[in-house]
C-alpha cells in the first residue's frame, strides 16, 4: 500500500520560514519523481516545486529563490524549505510521486500552511 506523509505544516508570521517533509512507502522510492504542490483557499491546486529521480530541480516562478527542494533516497523522503513566507503561500500542500516508468501518481493527504500578516 503506498502512503505519503506530510508533516512540518503550520501557522507561521511573514518572513518566516517552515520545513515541510514527506515520507514515502510503498513504492520504489529512487525511480519516483517527487513534488510538491499546493492548494490555496478557493484555488485549484498548483505546482511548486518538483524534482527527478537525478535530483533535477524545477519550481514555479512564485517561489524562486525562497523555496528548495530535496530529496534523500536513504530515508525515502522529500523535503520542502520554505523561507521568507508570504501570505498567498498560505495554502494545504501536497506531496506528490510519479514513476515515470508507468505514469503512477500518488498523493499524500495534504499539510495546512497559514502566513499571518
Known amino acids: 500500500q503506498v502512503q505519503l506523509v506530510e508533516s512540518g505544516g503550520g501557522l507561521v508570521q511573514v518572513g518566516g520560514s517552515l520545513r515541510l517533509s514527506c515520507a514515502a512507502s510503498g513504492i520504489f522510492f529512487s525511480i519516483n519523481d517527487m513534488g510538491w504542490y499546493r492548494q490555496p483557499p478557493g484555488k485549484q491546486r498548483e505546482l511548486v516545486a518538483t524534482?527527478?529521480?537525478?535530483?533535477?530541480?524545477n519550481y514555479a516562478d512564485s517561489v524562486k529563490g525562497r523555496f528548495t527542494i530535496s530529496r534523500d533516497n536513504a530515508k525515502n523522503t522529500v523535503n520542502l524549505q520554505m523561507n521568507a513566507l508570504k501570505p498567498e503561500d498560505t495554502a494545504v500542500y501536497y506531496c506528490n510521486a510519479k514513476n515515470p516508468l508507468t505514469g503512477r501518481n500518488y498523493w499524500g493527504q495534504g499539510t495546512q500552511v497559514t502566513v499571518s500578516s
Open positions: 524534482i527527478t529521480r537525478g535530483a533535477s530541480t
